[in-house]
């Protein structure tokens, strides 16, 4: 009976609550999933996260407030564009910045709740913290004010996403040059903003201000936006991003940005030219890209390497070079998308177990939220040329569709790449209204080798937009759309 008492006692039932058969360093959307399906597989599970929420920067400063304030700043657009055509008439419409930010952060709340019960539905051990490793199999945890806490661990699985690229010579003061995790929280409609960068971050989040009433500029180093997209879904978006008012500069490359109190001015210069403008507006949001987040992992501790792109190195199985640590998600290469990043985790918690998982990259769908939404599997045509690969295409507007015409979502178009010889499905790609959720069938059509005539002969209802996909497969099979 004394012993259960007895400090020693209690001290090595402590020590043992502390040892893990594997810890998930990073809580975004890859490491909350890997840590949830490694519970699930029974595995004794943590999970460290350093700032206060779980989720990540998709479910806190990404993917879901910005959902929510395209969403928000879409129900404005239309009531300030559209609803006259519909039959309904407003009178003192006007933007409600604060309420809109305020619904925004209840939107995040909520979601990053739901983690916190997930946490403990699976009785996965949350530490709040910065995760380093001491040894292959010791991680010390420190937290904000200064303590700090170790764990033994059988297995670790990095899952620490990544930051956006803020270069020094753009002054990035979070004030003025901001990135997107500020321009998520501006409480004032500004009147001008520029942009740096013509890829997914950078239009969502323009697209957002274009809608609520600001000059909007975008500066793109390449040719076009949204690059490592289909060059006709390039087209097609800069089109309808042009009618909401946002303006482009494309070849042009950004030489200086200097920021006051009150303004920030862009100096611009078009590529392979000495002709140069400057741009002045409230808000220069630098969205350039992102970079893998391994600040202070401590990762010459535990042996683990990088590779030349600063990146977490991995094999096949997603293990690095020191055994029983793994890497996941913005770390390692591969689109930093957060779906990639969650298969990665159910990939490395089943291997883990001695299951055979399988990731298929070329069916990891990209998607881009502006109105109407772009999205895409498969290879693009660039791809499937540069390959030597033999492929037909099928492409039907969106202007076609009775159902696009019936809510005025008219734009855009959904493209079908099919091998010439066998008719298997290689690409789909399209620009239209919910392409978000309807790029989830053409991803089942090749997930299950489908030509674009399984497609054809597939029913539709009518009328939906996912119609236009089996238009577009008609079309591949040999100039067949029924409806164009």
Not at 185 to 200: A, C, L, S
Not at 284 to 291: D, E, F, K, M
């Amino acid at each position: 009976m004394v012993l259960d008492n007895d400090p020693t006692i209690l001290t090595i039932q402590l020590f043992k609550s502390m040892k893990y058969d594997v810890t998930v360093i990073g809580s975004g959307p890859g490491g909350y999933v890997a840590a949830i399906r490694c519970a699930q597989l029974g595995m004794k599970t943590a999970i460290i996260e350093r700032y206060p929420t779980l989720g990540g920067t998709c479910l806190n400063v990404g993917c879901i407030p910005s959902k929510a304030l395209l969403d928000s700043s879409e129900h404005y657009h239309n009531a300030h564009k559209k609803f006259t055509e519909h039959g309904i008439d407003l009178s003192n419409l006007k933007v409600n910045m604060p309420q809109m930010i305020k619904r925004k952060n209840e939107v995040v709340e909520q979601t990053t709740k739901g983690i916190d019960f997930l946490m403990k539905k699976n009785k996965i051990d949350v530490y709040q913290g910065h995760g380093s490793f001491v040894t292959p199999n010791k991680i010390s945890i420190a937290k904000e004010g200064g303590s700090k806490k170790e764990i033994e661990t059988d297995k670790t699985i990095i899952a620490t996403g990544s930051k956006p690229v803020t270069p020094a010579a753009f002054n990035y003061d979070k004030k003025r040059v901001i990135t997107s995790t500020e321009a998520l929280n501006i409480d004032k409609v500004p009147k001008r903003m520029v942009v740096i960068g013509g890829g997914v971050i950078g239009l969502e989040i323009g697209s957002v201000y274009a809608r609520l009433g600001t000059e909007v500029e975008v500066v793109e180093f390449l040719d076009r936006i949204i690059a490592g997209m289909d060059k006709d879904c390039s087209k097609e978006l800069q089109r309808t991003l042009k009618k909401l008012g946002m303006k482009f500069h494309l070849k042009h490359k950004v030489t200086t940005v200097k920021a006051t109190s009150q303004s920030v001015t862009v100096g611009v210069q078009k590529k392979g030219s000495e002709d140069t403008f400057e741009i002045k507006a409230d808000y220069c949001l630098v969205a350039i890209g992102r970079r893998p987040y391994t600040d202070n992992l401590g990762l010459e501790n535990a042996g683990v390497k990088k590779d030349d792109s600063g990146r977490i190195a991995v094999d096949g199985h997603l293990q690095t070079n020191v055994p029983g640590i793994y890497a996941i998600g913005d770390v390692v290469k591969g689109a930093m998308l957060a779906h990639k990043a969650e298969e990665e985790g159910v990939f490395v918690a089943e291997s883990m177990a001695g299951q055979k998982p399988h990731v298929d990259y070329n069916l990891i769908p990209g998607v881009v939220y502006t109105w109407p939404e772009v999205a895409s599997v498969g290879k693009t045509e660039d791809e499937l040329k540069e390959a030597g690969v033999p492929y037909k295409t099928g492409k039907f507007p969106m202007r076609a569709l009775g159902r696009a015409r019936a809510s005025t979502d008219i734009e855009g178009m959904v493209k079908v790449l099919a091998h010439q010889k066998t008719d298997e499905i290689l690409g789909v790609h399209m620009v239209a209204a919910r392409a978000a959720d309807m790029i989830a069938e053409a991803v089942t059509l090749m997930e299950f080798r489908a030509s674009a005539e399984d497609c054809s002969r597939m029913s539709h209802a009518h009328p939906t937009f996912t119609e236009a996909i089996k238009e577009a497969a008609l079309a591949a099979t040999g100039d067949r759309a029924l409806h164009m």
